[in-house]
């Protein structure tokens, strides 16, 4: 049996290589990988056999990463994220992969699950037997005693000093987790453990990071202070989620270390949690009293010293809690633009480029380019002009490993 193979032509092409766009693209797909793509007069010979899809003229770009993932999270209140039953979550989870795929996520980096759920479905998915974005899976983030996550549930995994901590990372591996995620400062909500008061001293952390990686696992950390990001980039973590409050000792440690670390502002948390609050029971006085207008400021502060620095941006904004609902992950991208000051071809980098490399680092995703995974998006409409198209789903066909996903039915769009 022949290998399928389909060429997409008459698109708008953005293959994430550079912030370019070509006119009058082309992207051949061979099995699971691209061939080629770029400019359709330079297509090269094409078998007869090739099924030709003329796109009439729409956007094609590489699928993106949401590399702050939570799909064990079932969109409950933040203040009750690890409450949810492990078999309504474990349901509600099967459910979240598929929306994000569908959303335009082919890959995701778990930043933290609850209870195993993680690992069931990267398994699931990676079989076939359910429908989701290729996963790096996380087990419960790991906290110390008094640290933000030291809450009960299905969430957290406590445990105290350097060696208590191996064993931790131990457990996890032999759970088979790819990403160890650790909560190194807090959240402003938490009078116990706020940004800027370390939960783990370096020694804990460094452990955390020496085990993982001995054991061929990545590191995730909540990191928002400066003095949190510096302990985690000096133990060597790979993904740095938030780092609202970055001083410039913060920022040049990060950029020394640009080749080998992604950082996720996940600013999605305090813009809704300002916007929404009082659907939390908390008044708007309240909200700011506790700091969130300063920390967005920070965050823009912080971003744009990181940009210029070169450090590597990726989108990702704890999505799966009421006020930041699975299925609105592109918000991200209208953030980067809004707040950040991308422009939205920038964005786009980060969401593809910058999200497949923090994904596989031998770089085989998040591009359009010869030896590429097939993953790709085909947009009715241009989110180098307006990222926001990217947010409505019925502008979207999603092709995963040159499949492309199959309509939703009424009942389930």
Same mark, same amino acid.
């Given at each position: 049996?022949s290998?399928p193979s389909?060429l997409y032509?008459?698109?708008?092409?953005?293959?994430?290589?550079?912030?370019?766009?070509?006119?009058?693209?082309?992207?051949w797909?061979v099995?699971?990988?691209?061939r080629?793509?770029g400019?359709r007069q330079?297509?090269?010979?094409i078998p007869r $056999?090739?099924?030709?899809?003329?796109?009439?003229g729409?956007?094609?770009m590489p699928?993106?990463t949401?590399?702050?993932a939570?799909?064990?999270?079932?969109d409950a209140?933040?203040?009750?994220?690890?409450?949810?039953?492990v078999?309504?979550a474990t349901?509600t989870a099967?459910?979240?992969a598929s929306?994000?795929?569908r959303?335009g996520?082919? @890959?995701?980096?778990?930043?933290?699950s609850?209870?195993?759920?993680d690992?069931a479905?990267?398994?699931?998915i990676?079989?076939?037997h359910?429908?989701g974005?290729?996963l790096?899976?996380a087990g419960r983030d790991?906290?110390?005693t008094?640290?933000?996550?030291?809450s009960?549930?299905?969430?957290?995994?406590?445990a105290?000093?350097p060696w208590?901590?191996?064993?931790?990372?131990?457990?996890?591996?032999?759970?088979?987790?790819?990403?160890?995620k650790v909560?190194i400062d807090?959240?402003?909500i938490n009078?116990?453990n706020p940004?800027?008061?370390l @939960?783990f001293?370096?020694?804990?952390?460094?452990a955390?990071?020496?085990e993982?990686h001995?054991r061929?696992m990545?590191v995730a950390c909540?990191?928002? @202070?400066?003095?949190?990001?510096?302990q985690?980039?000096r133990?060597?973590? $790979?993904y740095v989620?938030h780092a609202?409050?970055?001083? $410039?000792?913060?920022i040049e440690l990060?950029?020394?270390?640009r080749?080998?670390?992604?950082v996720?502002?996940?600013i999605?948390w305090?813009v809704?949690?300002?916007?929404?609050?009082?659907?939390?029971?908390v008044? *708007?006085?309240?909200a700011?009293?506790?700091g969130?207008?300063?920390e967005?400021e920070?965050t823009?502060v912080?971003?744009? *010293?990181?940009?210029?620095?070169?450090?590597?941006l990726?989108v990702?904004?704890d999505?799966?809690i009421s006020i930041a609902?699975h299925?609105?992950?592109a918000k991200?991208?209208?953030?980067f633009?809004?707040?950040f000051?991308?422009?939205p071809?920038e964005a786009?980098?980060c969401a593809?480029?910058?999200?497949g490399?923090?994904?596989?680092?031998?770089?085989?995703?998040g591009?359009?380019?010869?030896?590429?995974v097939a993953?790709l998006i085909i947009?009715a409409?241009?989110?180098?002009?307006d990222?926001?198209?990217?947010?409505d789903?019925?502008k979207? @066909?999603?092709? *995963?490993?040159?499949?492309?996903l199959?309509?939703?039915s009424?009942?389930?769009?």
């Amino acid at each position: 049996m022949s290998t399928p193979s389909q060429l997409y032509t008459n698109a708008r092409l953005f293959t994430a290589v550079d912030q370019s766009v070509l006119d009058s693209g082309a992207v051949w797909v061979v099995g699971d990988t691209v061939r080629y793509a770029g400019s359709r007069q330079d297509l090269p010979t094409i078998p007869r $056999d090739v099924s030709v899809i003329d796109v009439g003229g729409r956007f094609i770009m590489p699928g993106m990463t949401e590399t702050h993932a939570h799909l064990s999270f079932a969109d409950a209140s933040p203040f009750a994220i690890g409450e949810t039953p492990v078999e309504q979550a474990t349901i509600t989870a099967v459910c979240n992969a598929s929306l994000m795929l569908r959303s335009g996520f082919t @890959s995701a980096i778990s930043f933290g699950s609850t209870y195993k759920i993680d690992v069931a479905l990267r398994d699931a998915i990676a079989a076939g037997h359910i429908e989701g974005p290729r996963l790096l899976a996380a087990g419960r983030d790991i906290g110390a005693t008094a640290s933000n996550v030291d809450s009960g549930g299905g969430l957290s995994q406590i445990a105290d000093g350097p060696w208590q901590l191996r064993k931790a990372v131990r457990e996890q591996r032999k759970a088979r987790v790819d990403v160890v995620k650790v909560f190194i400062d807090g959240e402003a909500i938490n009078a116990v453990n706020p940004p800027g008061e370390l @939960s783990f001293c370096d020694e804990e952390v460094a452990a955390i990071v020496d085990e993982a990686h001995r054991r061929n696992m990545r590191v995730a950390c909540h990191a928002r @202070s400066a003095a949190a990001v510096k302990q985690a980039v000096r133990a060597g973590v $790979d993904y740095v989620g938030h780092a609202n409050y970055l001083d $410039d000792e913060a920022i040049e440690l990060l950029a020394a270390n640009r080749e080998r670390l992604f950082v996720g502002p996940a600013i999605a948390w305090e813009v809704q949690y300002l916007a929404q609050c009082e659907s939390l029971g908390v008044s *708007k006085a309240v909200a700011r009293s506790q700091g969130y207008e300063a920390e967005i400021e920070a965050t823009i502060v912080s971003v744009a *010293k990181l940009r210029n620095a070169g450090v590597r941006l990726v989108v990702g904004g704890d999505y799966g809690i009421s006020i930041a609902p699975h299925g609105t992950y592109a918000k991200d991208l209208e953030y980067f633009v809004d707040l950040f000051g991308m422009s939205p071809a920038e964005a786009l980098l980060c969401a593809t480029r910058n999200g497949g490399l923090a994904m596989d680092p031998r770089g085989r995703q998040g591009t359009l380019a010869p030896g590429s995974v097939a993953d790709l998006i085909i947009v009715a409409g241009d989110p180098t002009k307006d990222v926001r198209v990217l947010q409505d789903r019925t502008k979207l @066909s999603v092709v *995963k490993g040159g499949v492309e996903l199959a309509s939703p039915s009424p009942a389930t769009a």
